[in-house]
């Protein structure tokens, strides 16, 4: 059973910076693709970042560009998600997400097949 737990969110305030972990099971982490999607209040899900199986390719939506950064170690089966200078748009429901393939295909929610169950990241003075 593929498994998809994330952790890390919480306040804070407009330029502070967050880390969120997502511990994957269930699927041989390191031959898969991953990615973070958003989902803010009232809103459909946005693809944020992705990364190949081995961590050498990285990608970003244009909004969170130079401020995010997305890494993996596949010893530990574990993705992150380094946020920087937060906005207060970025307040969502963060998600990891499983690739369906070792590469990212189109950089969009069509590359994965399956999701957690998130953590709130708020950005509020």
């Known amino acids: 059973e593929v498994q998809l737990v994330e952790s890390g969110g919480g306040t804070v305030q407009p330029g502070g910076s967050l880390r969120l972990s997502c511990a994957v099971s269930?699927?041989?982490?390191?031959?898969?693709?991953m990615g973070w999607v958003r989902q803010a209040p009232g809103k459909g899900l946005e693809w944020v970042s992705g990364i190949n199986s081995g961590g050498t390719h990285t990608y970003y939506t244009d909004s969170v560009k130079g401020r995010f950064t997305i890494s993996r170690d596949n010893a530990k089966n574990t993705l992150y998600l380094q946020l920087n200078s937060l906005k207060t748009e970025d307040t969502a429901m963060y998600l990891c997400?499983?690739?369906?393939?070792?590469?990212?295909?189109?950089?969009?929610?069509?590359?994965?097949?399956?999701w957690g169950q998130g953590t709130q990241v708020t950005v509020s003075s």
């Open positions: 997400a499983k690739g369906k393939y070792s590469i990212i295909i189109l950089g969009g929610l069509s590359d994965y097949d399956y």
């Open positions: 269930g699927f041989t982490f390191s031959t898969y693709a």
